[in-house]
C-alpha cells in the first residue's frame, strides 16, 4: 500500500494526469508535465531544508520510464491514424529497445560518484538521437517532397527521437544544449575536413 | 498560387510584427545567413517555441534542424545566392511536435534585400 504523498503515489497521480490531457498537443502536454513535476518536487520538499535529493540515475530512468513514453506513443499511434496491431508492434519494438539501452546505462552508473560518466553517455545518447532523426527527418521529407505520403511507422519514430531529444534537454543546461546543437549541426565532413580531401581529391 | 496573403507577398517590406503575428500561417524573416529576424506567434505556437528564444537564433540549424538539409536549406541558399528566392513546397515537421504535414513558401524581396519563410499546416 503506497502512502499520501509518497514518491509512488505522487507518480501514480501524474501518469493519471498525463492520461487526462493525452488529447492535449504534445507541447501542452510536456508544459503541464513539468508543471506537474516541479509541483511534486515542490511537495516532496516542503519541511526539509533542502530538496529531496534526485540523482541524475533516477532522474533518466523516471524521464524514461515505459509509463511515461507507453502514454506518448499512444499519443503519437492515434494521431497517425495506425490501426494495424502488425504496424503498432514496429512501433512498440523500436521504443522498447531505445528505452532499454538508455535505462540499461542509468541502472549500471546509478552510483553517485559514477554521475559523471552517466553524465558523457547522455551526451553520446542525444548525439546519437539527433543524427537518428536526422536520417528520419531525411526520409520522411525526400519522400513528401516528392508528393507520396511517408510511412508513419518513420513519421512516428521520428517523433520518438526528436521527444528523446526534448526529454534529454531538460537534463542539461542551455549552454551544454547550444554547444551541442552547433557540434551536430556542423556538416559532418566539415567537422571530418573531408570537404577539403574530397575537393583535393577531385583535382587530383 | 501562395497561401501567403498578397498584401504580405506583395510588399514585404511594410510586414510589422503586429500584422505579422495577425496571420494564420508562420512567417519567419531571416536575414541571408539564415538568421531570425522575425518569429511570428502562429509560428511559436506551432512549433512551441517563444519569439524571443527563436530570434536572434539560426532557422535552419538551431530552432528548425529538420531544415537544416538539400530540400530546405539548400534551396534558400540557392535562392539567396540568385536573388530569385521563390519556391513553394510540401513538408513535414517532425522536431518537438506531433508529426506536422505544412506547405512551405520560401521568399526574397529583391526591393528590400529580406528572405521569408513562410509555413502552413496542411489542409
Given amino acids: ?204 | 498560387m501562395s497561401f501567403v496573403d498578397t498584401s504580405i507577398i506583395n510588399r514585404p517590406g511594410n510586414v510589422t510584427r503586429e500584422m505579422a503575428d495577425s496571420q494564420d500561417y508562420g512567417i519567419v524573416k531571416v536575414d541571408d545567413n539564415g538568421n531570425i529576424l522575425l518569429y511570428n506567434r502562429y509560428e511559436a505556437d506551432m512549433a512551441g517555441v517563444e519569439p524571443s528564444h527563436a530570434e536572434g537564433r539560426s532557422f535552419f540549424t538551431q530552432v528548425a534542424p529538420c531544415t537544416n538539409n538539400r530540400l530546405f536549406f539548400g534551396k534558400f541558399k540557392e535562392g539567396v545566392s540568385n536573388g530569385n528566392l521563390n519556391e513553394q513546397f510540401k513538408y513535414t515537421f517532425t522536431y518537438k511536435m506531433k508529426p506536422t504535414p505544412v506547405e512551405i513558401h520560401l521568399y526574397r524581396d529583391q526591393e528590400t534585400k529580406t528572405n521569408w519563410v513562410f509555413v502552413k499546416k496542411a489542409a
Fill in chain 1, 1 to 204: 500500500m503506497e502512502a499520501v504523498g509518497s514518491i509512488q503515489h505522487l507518480r501514480r497521480i501524474l501518469i493519471e494526469i498525463e492520461g487526462l490531457v493525452s488529447s492535449y498537443s504534445l507541447e501542452e502536454r510536456t508544459s503541464v508535465c513539468q508543471l506537474l513535476e516541479e509541483c511534486v518536487r515542490k511537495v516532496q520538499g516542503i519541511g526539509t531544508d533542502s530538496p529531496i535529493p534526485k540523482t541524475l540515475s533516477e532522474a533518466v530512468l523516471d524521464r524514461f520510464s515505459f509509463d511515461r513514453w507507453r502514454i506518448f506513443t499512444e499519443s503519437l499511434i492515434g494521431h497517425m491514424e495506425i490501426q494495424e496491431l502488425s504496424v503498432q508492434s514496429l512501433i512498440w519494438s523500436y521504443l522498447q529497445s531505445r528505452l532499454q539501452k538508455i535505462q540499461a546505462l542509468a541502472f549500471l552508473l546509478a552510483d553517485p560518484e559514477d554521475e559523471a560518466e552517466l553524465r558523457d553517455h547522455l551526451l553520446y545518447w542525444y548525439v546519437e538521437s539527433k543524427a537518428e532523426w536526422f536520417q528520419f527527418n531525411c526520409r520522411v521529407n525526400y519522400t513528401t517532397v516528392r508528393g507520396e505520403n511517408p510511412d508513419p511507422v518513420l513519421v512516428v519514430q521520428a517523433s520518438l527521437s526528436s521527444h528523446t531529444l526534448q526529454v534529454l534537454e531538460a537534463l542539461f543546461d542551455e549552454q551544454e544544449i547550444t554547444l551541442l546543437t552547433d557540434f551536430i549541426s556542423a556538416p559532418l565532413p566539415n567537422a571530418l575536413l573531408l570537404d577539403s580531401y574530397r575537393q583535393s581529391n577531385s583535382r587530383a
